[in-house]
């Protein structure tokens, strides 16, 4: 279940109000409330979540890394229990550590959070310049003139979203196959003339 986000919730409020008060078509309402807003929310739903999914991983990250060396400084000669029990502590704790790592690097939730965050902005200045007839709209004489011009660039905006983000996955995944395609590292002979480590395809003559 979703965690309440006022600001999100003031936010649906805020432009449901203002678009219900312009002199626009049914139809037109409709867009703004079944794309426009709709797309809005979803993305600011996507940026905060990534955005704390983001933080949390890198603090543990941090702070388990700093806290690791000051636990294998520790010497406790006399006590053996609570040298087992650093012992288990700074490997588990280095485990959260290299695992919260991992998961970051995997799903990118760094870079994701900005992009969601970019999108949710674009859409937010595209809302209010129409809705004052600013900005990009500052030529229209009514709403209804302008919204045309407004679906369109909303569009763009959710297709170039789905473009980056598309794009963002086959670079992972062209990375991953190219991390597997890599050869296997250099193996220096006796004689002092590197080998290669090459996989066995067969059995020869």
């Known amino acids: 279940m979703a965690k309440p986000d006022p600001y999100r919730d003031w936010l ?3 432009f449901g109000e203002l678009f219900q008060e312009l002199h ?9 409330q079944s794309r426009w807003l709709d797309q ?6 996507k940026a905060s979540q990534t ?25 406790v000669s006399n006590n053996e229990n609570l040298t087992k029990a650093l012992r288990y502590l700074t490997i588990g704790l280095s485990g959260v550590v290299a695992v919260s790592a ?5 799903f990118h939730y760094g870079e994701r959070w900005q992009h969601y965050r970019r999108t949710a902005e674009s859409l937010k200045t595209q809302g209010w310049q129409f809705s004052q007839l ?4 500052r030529t229209f004489k009514t709403h209804e003139d302008a919204f045309v011009v407004f679906a369109d660039r909303i569009e763009e905006i959710i297709q170039r979203d ?3 983000f598309v794009t ?22 006796p004689s002092g003339v590197p080998t290669y480590s090459l996989p066995v395809a067969g059995t020869s003559k």
């Not at 991992?102 to 995997?106: C, D, L």
């Not at 963002?168 to 250099?186: A, F, G, L, T, Y």
Request: aromatic share 10%.
């Open 24 to 32: 626009l078509k049914e139809a037109q309402k409709k867009f703004l």
């Open 51 to 75: 955005r704390d999914r983001y933080y949390a991983l890198r603090l543990t990250a941090i702070i388990g890394g700093v806290i690791v060396p000051v636990l294998v400084s520790f010497e």
């Open 168 to 189: 963002q996955v086959s670079q992972e995944k062209q990375k991953d196959k190219d991390d597997e395609d890599k050869p296997e590292p250099v193996v220096p002979s």
């Open 40 to 45: 809005l929310m979803w993305t600011e739903g």
């Open 102 to 106: 991992a998961v970051e690097e995997f």
């Open 12 to 14: 649906k409020k805020d």
């Open 134 to 137: 600013s900005g990009s709209y």
């Open 162 to 164: 789905v473009e980056i």
